[in-house]
């Protein structure tokens, strides 16, 4: 079984949950930037968790069925269209031989998830079919033509759809808690508001508001470069934050101030430029 692609928008890329285990060898775990949305799509059509989809940036794409398949559309609503008819969110739609699925245009959220019935078998790399796009590591990026290989199919689906929540452009709540170098903050990071910048991607999401200051005992000093996970919230000197993302380097040379938990992530991975995001810190007891 396999699709062709016949139509990119901005950005196209094959994604699973990432390849874990080679940040020693400087190799970031990358994988799909919002995975709840990866793993809902996977569940509606049964696949298992880590079977790759296809991330769309905006929409855009248009693939063509090559044989029998299922497909799963989630994260943001692209209104996906099935030989011009309307396909449901969030919900297994079957596409037969020569039928067309095309994505059109998020009014709200950045990225949308396509799965297929037994994953994007492309061959894996370093133990993932993730793109990379800071190292190049992984499938290259779709254009027309591709053709993807599909998995395995899995048996018919039996949910009929998922009532999970759609991105919005509403103001995004952001849990963190301190960060390794928190003490380099001379200011609280709690309650803060802040808008997300166009110079943004799946490396990293830059943030625009006030700046924050350092620690007065910390002003003029800098660290050795130090490691980085998803979720970790670097200031650099300018004094606005950096919440590096699915595609982050593995070392940084900024102190890391607070980290996101694994659903902020999620969100903040759908936010536009010019969207309002507010952090709000999370106690841990040790």
């Known amino acids: 079984m396999s699709l062709r692609v016949l139509r990119v928008g901005p950005l196209a890329t094959i994604q699973d949950l990432g390849r874990a285990g080679w940040m020693h060898v400087g190799v970031s775990p990358s994988g799909a930037a919002d995975r709840e949305s990866h793993r ?9 968790a880590g079977a790759a989809t296809i991330e769309v940036l905006l929409g855009g794409l248009e693939m ?4 029998p398949t299922w497909v799963a559309v989630t994260g943001a609503d692209c209104t996906a269209e099935m030989d011009g008819r309307r396909v449901d969110w969030a919900a297994p739609v079957p596409l037969r031989t020569g039928q067309r699925l095309r994505l059109g245009w998020a009014p709200a959220g950045i990225r949308t998830y396509v799965a297929v019935s037994g994953g994007v078998a492309v061959d894996p790399i370093l133990g993932s079919r993730s793109r990379d796009t800071l190292s190049g590591v992984g499938p290259e990026p779709l254009h027309a033509g591709t053709v993807l290989p599909l998995g395995p199919e899995c048996s018919r689906p039996i949910a009929e759809f998922a009532p999970a929540p759609r991105p919005s452009g509403e103001q995004l709540r952001l849990t963190v808690q301190s960060g390794p170098r928190a003490d380099w903050l001379g200011t ?22 006030a700046p924050l200051a350092r620690h007065p005992s910390r002003v003029g000093r800098e660290l050795a470069s130090e490691p980085l996970v998803r979720g970790a919230v670097q200031l650099p000197p300018s004094g606005l ?19 996101l938990d694994d659903r902020s992530c999620d969100l903040i991975a759908q936010a536009r430029p010019g969207q309002t995001v507010t952090f709000h810190t999370l106690d841990v007891r040790r």
């Open 241 to 259: 934050p950096v919440v590096f993302m699915a595609d982050h380097p593995v070392t940084g040379g900024y102190p890391v101030v607070a980290v």
């Open 64 to 67: 063509e069925a090559l044989a």
């Open 188 to 209: 609280d990071l709690a309650g803060s508001s802040w808008t997300v910048s166009p110079d943004s991607n799946r490396v990293g999401i830059r943030l625009q508001g």
């Open 40 to 48: 809902l799509a996977n569940a509606l059509l049964g696949n298992d």
